[in-house]
T-cell receptor, first 112, second 115 residues
């Protein structure tokens, strides 16, 4: 079983729809990251959170530490949101503290 | 501008021909890592470094070497590349060990093909 699981793997939405991507993890973490990878390949960090909720523009990230679960929401989706969204966790144990474990990503396609 | 740079961005080579992919960051970050990304497998860590002269293996270190002689540079060395090392490679850095210092900065990626 993977330590970081994302769902869905693929998601197609119409422009304007509300989108949710889920991430569950099974290891001890110090932080959870949401990353975005556009078709060109580059990866950017969207959020890093250890508790609660963060908002940036139309993007909202939440985390429930007790349930080991995080969600990434996109409101009023737009074709430019089309990308792969990757959940990753920073481990909080052992010598590798601070290293990332990645989910396999969710490929989002927003149609006009 | 704060950034992580990688070179080359694209490389086609042949089996057994030694190559180096360079990585440099200008943010004075302590931690640097190398990842490879393969379809269906996601991102996997190859090696990481916690500071100058301190490196350790990640999940898939076989066939790779690294060095960290200066804080800003973390080159990835393939002594004898093989076709199964064909992949998209990313270098990344972050400030430190505490969770607040964990924000990741990625390089633009290096697409390597080994024939």
């Amino acid at each position: 079983k993977n330590e970081v699981e994302q769902s869905p793997q693929n998601l197609t939405a119409q422009e304007g729809e509300f989108i949710t991507i889920n991430c569950s993890y099974s290891v001890g973490i110090s932080a959870l990251h949401w990353l975005q990878q556009h078709p060109g390949g580059g990866i950017v960090s969207l959020f890093m959170l250890s508790s609660g909720k963060k908002k940036h523009g139309r993007l909202i990230a939440t985390i429930n530490i007790q349930e080991k679960h995080s969600s990434l929401h996109i409101t009023a989706s737009h074709p430019r949101d089309s990308a792969v969204y990757i959940c990753a966790v920073s481990t909080n144990y052992g010598g590798s503290q601070g290293n990332l474990i990645f989910g396999k990503g969710t490929k989002l396609s927003v149609k006009p | 501008e704060a950034q992580v740079t990688q070179n080359p961005r694209y490389l086609i080579t042949v089996t057994g021909k030694k190559l180096t992919v360079t990585c440099s960051q200008n943010m004075n970050h302590e931690y640097m890592s190398w990842y490879r990304q393969d379809p269906g497998l996601g991102l996997r860590q190859i090696y990481y470094s916690m500071n100058v002269e301190v490196t350790d293996k990640g999940d898939v270190p076989e066939g790779y070497k690294v060095s960290r002689k200066e804080k800003r540079n973390f080159p990835l060395i393939l002594e004898s590349p093989s076709p199964n090392q064909t992949s998209l490679y990313f270098c990344a850095s972050h400030m430190g060990r505490a969770w607040r210092d964990n924000e990741q900065f990625f390089g633009p990626g290096t697409r390597l093909t080994v024939l």
